[in-house]
């Protein structure tokens, strides 16, 4: 005899969670020791330590003007798009739905901060591109190594409990009309707040069949004279989530069964974002720049919670959305 | 665009588990600490510790005839079966499968260990009962009190990690007839084998597609005179495990993609065996006894493992088993 099957897997395995975890974020008032950490970690659960990072020499010391003085001069990566959508969905002319990352141009480092600062002060003026210092590849230890002695050469409860150091360190500066599409990372991440706030919006790696993913085409945004148009690229398709769990669009009829997590920091806070936690990340600036540092560590693929991730993908992606 | 859906999301569940775990175990050589513990909970991974419990005292001093002396006049439940198939399904004799818990009874306790002792060195008679006392009910602190001071009081590595004692301390005493059948609990579960050996075959909780559970109406063995029946009980049909990942029985299309990791264990080893891990369990004896002594410790329920083990089950229940 067969047992009877619930009726909707999708529907319990998204309500079991929610019934056993809350949506606020857990708030700690110094930094964990690294078996604190590993608890965190085991239960794939984010937190945020309050001023966690508050004596750092970059928390006491960067603004716009020291950055300018030890900056200036240099040549850094700077994305540009038309409106602050570095590597999101973007409907083209014909109506496809594709992935598209921003151009990519090196600018002098102080003619970088201006314009964010200017255009944070004046508003984004109709047809103006947005920049977004924004290099996931350790830029911090390449590209800003000048300013890599400010910040935590490591998070020692993370290389301790994870047993590695960071596989990457990042430094973002951007202004308040970049908007990072929701999106997850093969990483345990954790995120530091220097200058300005960041306000994370976090789903947990089971609710894929909240968040609606679709293989997009790739594209990028190309400069042609002054005008950024979205070129399609040939290669493979990109799957990625179409949510917007703030203004509910591209949702699917599971998407009211996700229950995101907001969580803003502020100076020196510090978020640990657990792997493959979809986060869509907006930011406010303070001297008209916001400025923060993140640590990507290798996640553990060995046990059990990256297959049942991708089990629970994948019958999500089969399931129908309507 | 709908993306592509993989062929069968369970199958490749399991392949995913098996192409990036091991089916041997980890063997350590020293007990951990509650950091490197905490690493194989966030896994849900066992590890054995070859002689991790060598030096206590019940791993030095406990044999049948000191058990015998302690003990001697004292009653003690005992499980007894015809087949030593205590919690395990049975076929009715109108061909349906039960879920058949054991007959209990009270015996003084140098009756029952000479009982097992003769069975084990002339054989099992025709028709002659398995006894085992095997209850899980903290009997190491009610029961067998007497003996509690020779164990450790807890694990100390997993107290701290979990930050909790054990739930249940558990002693375990029978012979090489009683076999426990394929089943998992929601414990974290350290076992540590005292006298004689313990042969475990172990499954990982997301190979429930493999596990082929039912659910099956709840019985139990009933002495009648001196025979055993089988009582058909009212009250909710049990979901049970019909597969025998020994001799393939009562098993399903997926089943042959469920890698079972086994591991022996001798005197004064100790096995982590994760929260919800199938494990089938048969013993051998060292005078006639076997006696092992487990402790449970209350599972995680939050974060993300325990609702995708049980979408996983869900997913499977709902799957063709042919």
């Given at each position: ?30 930094v ?33 003007a ?17 409106k ?16 598209v ?33 924004q ?76 968040v609606?993913?679709k ?30 769990p ?41 001297d ?11 996640m ?23």
């Amino acid at each position: 005899m067969a047992p009877a099957a619930p009726p909707d897997p999708i529907a319990e395995l998204l309500t079991t969670y929610n019934e056993l975890n809350s949506s606020s974020i857990d708030e700690l008032l110094e930094v964990p020791s690294p078996l604190e950490f590993m608890r965190y970690v085991a239960r794939n659960r984010p937190f945020v330590v309050r001023g966690g990072a508050s004596d750092w020499k970059a928390t006491r010391t960067w603004d716009l003007a020291s950055l300018k003085e030890r900056m200036g001069g240099m040549g850094v990566n700077v994305a540009v798009t038309p409106k602050g959508n570095a590597d999101a969905p973007v409907e083209s002319d014909n109506g496809e739905l594709l992935f598209v990352k921003p151009w990519e141009e090196e600018q002098e480092f102080g003619e970088f901060v201006d314009f964010l600062v200017e255009q944070e002060s004046m508003g984004k003026r109709d047809g103006e591109e947005v920049r977004y210092a924004q290099t996931q590849n350790d830029n911090l230890r390449n590209e800003y190594s000048e300013l890599f002695a400010d910040v935590a050469p490591s998070i020692p409860f993370a290389r301790i409990a994870l047993t590695k150091p960071p596989e990457a360190i990042n430094l973002w500066i951007g202004n308040s009309h970049s908007v990072t599409a929701l999106h997850k990372d093969n990483y345990e991440n954790i995120y530091v707040q220097i200058i300005g706030q960041k306000h994370f919006v976090l789903l947990p790696p089971l609710a894929y069949a909240c968040v609606n993913e679709k293989k997009l085409s790739p594209a990028s945004y190309v400069r042609d004279d002054r005008e950024l148009v979205v070129k399609k690229e040939e290669g493979d398709k990109v799957p990625f989530a179409v949510w917007d769990p703030d203004s509910g669009e591209g949702g699917t009829k599971y998407s009211s069964l996700g229950k995101p997590m907001r969580v803003s920091l502020g100076k020196g806070d510090m978020l640990y974002l657990p792997a493959l936690w979809y986060h869509k990340v907006s930011q406010s600036c303070e001297d008209g720049i916001c400025c923060a540092v993140n640590y990507w560590h290798d996640m553990e693929f060995g046990g059990s919670f990256y297959p049942l991730c991708g089990f629970a993908r994948n019958v999500a992606l089969d399931a129908p959305k309507n």
